[in-house]
């Protein structure tokens, strides 16, 4: 995964080597902001499978695709985008709408289009295939709350790569976009597969060996089709796991203030050690763990 920020470059040298970044990592463009002194900007991205997944945190700018851009770099992919916070103006041809946090919206690279960000915003933007043809703004809300969930899930930096489980990930993320989830053949090959697996992962928890490998042999699953039916429900089998393990150390916490040791709960929750446990702790709670002890 590629991880790249504005932050430890001086103010004069921020905006031109966001330029760079953008176009190298969606297609050329032509980047603008009124403040360049001011722009701060953090990208984290990973293509996979062909799928390019990214999240875009940003002061107020904007970026414009041309029609001498689009002669000079043909590029006919789409470009989906899904709004986290702030809002997008997005003008393609005649059509100009706004986008709120948890929209979503499609440009093509081939067409001229134009994005103003008036403010700070947050985005995830995910690059397709021509030959996919995602449904846009006529998502459900279910599909777009999934494609949030699945996006955050293959950028997030504590979660180990997977290339079997990340691949099925992308391409269901690619399904709900494109309005085609194949959830109900899913269903028909193995009934109740998602809720199989979690109660295995309930019973096992704090046995050390645990894994996707492990639960699809007790299933009679591939690893990959065990992948998929978490990937429906908008999570992946790690995601699942260590969130399990956080909620199964929250308790522990609770219950055992006097003389608990942090990294005591850490090492039998699976985590590697307290600050471990510490990072993720604070991130699924909004506390650390040693702020339970004290309460």
């Known amino acids: 995964m590629d991880i790249l920020s504005t932050d430890l ?4 040298l921020r905006f031109a080597f966001w ?9 050329m463009l032509d ?4 403040d360049r002194a001011g722009f701060r900007a953090k990208l984290c991205s990973r293509s996979i499978a062909g799928i390019s997944v990214a999240r875009v945190d ?3 700018s904007g970026v414009v695709r041309t029609a001498d851009l689009i002669r000079f770099n043909h590029d006919d992919a789409h470009i989906v985008m899904l709004q986290i916070s702030g809002t997008t103006r997005v003008q393609q041809g005649e059509e100009s709408r706004i986008m709120s946090p948890g929209t979503l919206d499609v440009v093509q690279a081939d067409r001229p289009y134009v994005l103003d960000f008036p403010r700070l915003f947050s985005q995830y933007v995910i690059k397709l295939p021509r030959a996919t043809q995602p449904v846009g703004s006529l998502i459900s809300p279910t599909a777009a709350r999934l494609v949030r969930s699945l996006a955050r899930d293959l950028l997030d930096p504590d979660i ?3 290339g079997i489980c990340d691949e099925v990930t992308a391409r269901a993320m690619q399904e709900l976009l494109c309005g085609c989830s194949q959830e109900q053949g899913l269903s028909r090959q193995t009934p109740d597969l998602y809720g199989k697996a979690i109660a295995i992962i309930r019973d096992k928890l704090f046995e050390p060996l645990l894994g996707r490998d492990r639960v699809a042999q007790e299933l009679g699953v591939s690893v990959r089709t065990l992948a998929r039916a978490f990937a429906m429900h908008g999570t992946t089998f790690d995601r699942w796991l260590w969130n399990c393990r956080l909620e199964a150390a929250y308790e522990a916490l609770l219950s055992s203030r006097v003389g608990a040791s942090i990294t005591e709960v ?3 929750h699976g985590f590697s ?3 471990h ?3 993720r702790f604070k991130t699924r709670f909004g506390v650390t763990p040693g702020s339970i002890l004290k309460r």
């Open 266 to 268: 850490a090492v039998r």
């Open 58 to 60: 940003a002061t107020p």
């Open 160 to 162: 180990e790569p997977d």
């Open 277 to 279: 446990l510490t990072r």
């Open 273 to 275: 050690d307290s600050s």
């Open 19 to 27: 330029s760079d970044v953008v176009c190298r990592t969606f297609t």
């Open 31 to 34: 980047c603008r902001t009124a």
């Open 9 to 12: 470059l001086q103010p004069t």
